[in-house]
């Protein structure tokens, strides 16, 4: 059973930084697609930065963090980190962390994901 544990959400001013933080329990946890995804009020769930399991990791990211936010994973201690700065109000969402070892890619697309955590409010105020 995987389960995904985020924390590092809360409040933030405009162009200030939170770090969110993703605890993975699973063997294969090296071997793990791990992403963030979003979902603010009353819009769809969306990708908003990946990582692979490789010694050198490619991340990738939606258009709108882009020079933004950064994913980074902790492989000792199993642990997912994204770090947003330069925050703007339409960051302000429920953030989840998603993982599964089974995608070819990496991808932002949410049902290729199987296990998830519980998510994590960020709220950014202008």
């Known amino acids: 059973q995987v389960q995904l544990l985020e924390s590092g959400g809360g409040s933030a001013q405009s162009g200030g930084s939170l770090r969110l933080s993703c605890v993975v329990s699973?063997?294969?946890?090296?071997?793990?697609?791990m992403v963030w995804f979003r979902q603010g009020p009353g819009k769809e769930r969306e990708g908003v930065a990946s990582?692979?399991?490789?010694?050198?990791?490619?991340?990738m990211y939606a258009d709108s963090v882009k020079g933004r936010f950064t994913i980074s994973r902790d492989n000792t201690n199993k642990v997912v980190y994204l770090r947003m700065n330069s925050l703007d109000p339409e960051d302000t969402a429920m953030y989840y962390c998603?993982?599964?070892?089974?995608?070819?890619?990496?991808?932002?697309?949410?049902?290729?994901?199987?296990?998830w955590g519980q998510g994590t409010q960020v709220s950014v105020s202008s």
């Open positions: 699973e063997g294969t946890y090296r071997s793990t697609c």
């Open positions: 990582i692979d399991a490789d010694d050198y990791p490619m991340p």
């Open positions: 998603a993982a599964d070892s089974a995608v070819p890619i990496c991808s932002l697309i949410p049902v290729d994901y199987r296990y």
